[in-house]
T-cell receptor, first 111, second 117 residues
Framework: QKEVEQNSGPLSVPEGAIASLNCTYS??????FFWYRQYSGKSPELIMF????GDKEDGRFTAQLNKASQYVSLLIRDSQPSDSATYLC???????????FGTGTRLQVTL | GAVVSQHPSRVICKSGTSVKIECRSL??????MFWYRQFPKQSLMLMAT?????????EQGVEKDKFLINHASLTLSTLTVTSAHPEDSSFYIC?????????????FGPGTRLTVL
């Protein structure tokens, strides 16, 4: 079983819609959770992090964490074509700053 | 914000040669840096953790004698791919946790695309 799982996609949403990206993890000891965006040929850039159960909002982005279900998600409201990228979920289990990445979900925002 | 640079951004080399990639933290000190490798359409795979002033910690399956890591200062880590072969062609990315960041937070360099002919 993979430690961090994501649907590879592509997830296609029309411009202006809400994109919902999901991630599950296997280690119950995981403490912090990160969403990175990666454009083709580029390195990842941090979008959000979340530590506590519930929702965390930042602009058009909302991260949701449910530790009981070992599930973290990212919602993107008012999706824009520039949001088209691969979104990587990353989990830290508390070992220094070491991260385990999912395989990423490719998001396509269509006009 | 924390800035991490890498050099070179792209390198093409012949099989059997060695390639050195530099990773620098520009506006903060990094006692730890991470080296990742990413093959096309795959996720980031952690290769090793670079520790300033001590030996790097390699992930299972990563050959430490092939991927030499040196973290000689608080702002510089280098990865040397020795005797590179075509199967080493990949996107190599370094990252560093900011000094006052949250546990697990990392800032990534722009990456180095290695092509071995």
């Amino acid at each position: 079983q993979k430690e961090v799982e994501q649907n590879s996609g592509p997830l296609s949403v029309p411009e202006g819609a809400i994109a919902s990206l999901n991630c599950t993890y296997s280690d119950r000891g995981s403490q912090s959770f990160f969403w990175y965006r990666q454009y083709s040929g580029k390195s990842p850039e941090l979008i959000m992090f979340i530590y506590s159960n519930g929702d965390k909002e930042d602009g058009r982005f909302t991260a949701q964490l449910n530790k009981a279900s070992q599930y973290v998600s990212l919602l993107i409201r008012d999706s824009q074509p520039s949001d088209s990228a691969t979104y990587l979920c990353a989990v830290n289990t508390g070992t220094a700053s070491k991260l385990t990445f999912g395989t990423g979900t490719r998001l396509q925002v269509t006009l | 914000g924390a800035v991490v640079s890498q050099h070179p951004s792209r390198v093409i080399c012949k099989s059997g040669t060695s390639v050195k990639i530099e990773c620098r933290s520009l506006d903060f000190q990094a006692t730890t840096m991470f080296w990742y490798r990413q093959f096309p359409k795959q996720s980031l795979m952690l290769m090793a953790t670079s520790n300033e002033g001590s030996k790097a910690t390699y992930e299972q399956g990563v050959e430490k004698d092939k991927f030499l890591i040196n973290h000689a200062s608080l702002t510089l880590s280098t990865l040397t791919v020795t005797s590179a072969h075509p199967e080493d062609s990949s996107f190599y990315i370094c990252s560093a946790p900011p000094g006052q960041g949250h546990l697990g937070e990392q800032f990534f360099g722009p990456g180095t695309r290695l092509t071995v002919l």
